[in-house]
């Protein structure tokens, strides 16, 4: 089955810096690749996502990229600010047409103002 | 997007009684999930519910514990069977709205047992 590892686990930027999460796989039949961010006490919210046919894909300050030769992605997050503070999961699935997402284990990104 | 919503929000339960859960989606969704997350974890799937089929249970979840119905497009139940403290997590479900692989989350159910 699939398997997805996620790096780092704690992140911690000062506010305006640039933040990056990175995430491989391992099954080369995924295509597609979510990114949920959760802050504490709150449901996992889906904030961007990328298909196996395109290479990145931005929304505002945030980004994430492709590189399905290699298997991984990664999310990016421009101009941090106190409010992006939370937990990251990535996630992979489709592989054989499957709809069940095998997640990341989490990255804590912590943004100091 | 869609309005998902949970009961209970939380709750404490005496081990060996059961907790049923329930997920109420605004819009007609097919396929439904259940999670369970342990505090500072990741989200591990317990069953996808398909309406109209037996549930799917991932491997280490079975039928007799964690028992789910799903009567209709817009509403399933996970019963959290026989608990033991163990059982304490987060148990939120999950929707996939366009049948696109995107998925969406209720807001959760804490559960204690003591």
């Known amino acids: 089955g699939e398997n997805v590892e996620q790096h780092p686990s704690t992140l911690s930027v000062q506010e305006g810096d640039s933040a990056v999460i990175k995430c491989t796989y391992s099954d080369s039949a995924s295509n597609y690749f979510p990114w949920y961010k959760q802050e504490l006490g709150k449901r996992p919210q889906l904030i961007i996502d990328?298909?196996?046919?395109?290479g990145e894909k931005k929304d505002q300050r945030i980004a994430v990229t492709l590189n399905k030769t290699a298997k991984h992605f990664s999310l990016h997050i421009t101009e941090t600010q106190p409010e992006d503070s939370a937990v990251y999961f990535c996630a992979a699935n489709g592989g054989g047409g499957s709809y069940i997402p095998t997640f990341g284990r989490g990255t804590s990104l912590i943004v100091h103002p | 997007s869609a309005v998902i919503s949970q009961k209970p929000s939380r709750d404490i339960c005496q081990r060996g009684t059961s907790l049923t859960i329930q997920c109420q989606v605004d819009?007609?969704?097919?396929?439904m999930f259940w999670y369970r997350q342990q505090p500072g974890q990741s989200l591990t799937l317990i069953a996808t519910?398909?309406?109209?089929?037996?549930?799917?249970?991932e491997s280490g979840f079975v039928i007799d514990k964690f028992p789910i119905s799903r009567p209709n497009l817009t509403f399933s139940t996970l019963t959290v069977s026989n608990m033991s403290p163990e059982d304490s997590s987060i148990y939120l479900c999950?929707?996939?709205?366009?049948?696109?692989?995107?998925?969406?989350f209720g807001p959760g159910t804490r559960l204690t047992v003591t």
């Open positions: 819009s007609q969704v097919t396929m």
């Open positions: 990328i298909r196996s046919n395109v």
């Open positions: 999950s929707v996939d709205l366009t049948g696109t692989y995107e998925q969406y």
């Open positions: 519910a398909n309406q109209g089929s037996e549930a799917t249970y």
